[in-house]
């Protein structure tokens, strides 16, 4: 998890206080996890994982992204 932390930020989104991005990205379970370039184009998306099925693919997209492709894998 150290790795994955050093090469992704993790953002939490109040869904009921910020409607506005909730809708942008079409949330509608909770929780949802989107992997983002830094552009803000989605990469992945996950929706319902448990707390260690997103944390295995949080360490595999950093193991994987490459910035400059904009690949997950």
């Not at 595999?60 to 997950?72: F, H, P, Q, V």
């Amino acid at each position: 998890m150290i790795e994955a932390s050093e090469k992704l930020v993790c953002i939490k989104i109040d869904t009921d206080k910020d409607s506005e991005t909730a809708e942008k990205y079409h949330i509608e379970a909770i929780p949802t996890v989107y992997y983002l370039k830094s552009s803000g184009d989605v990469i992945q998306e996950s929706k319902l994982g448990d707390a260690e099925t997103i944390a295995k693919e949080m360490e595999e997209m950093a193991r994987n992204y490459k910035e400059g492709e904009g690949e997950g894998k």
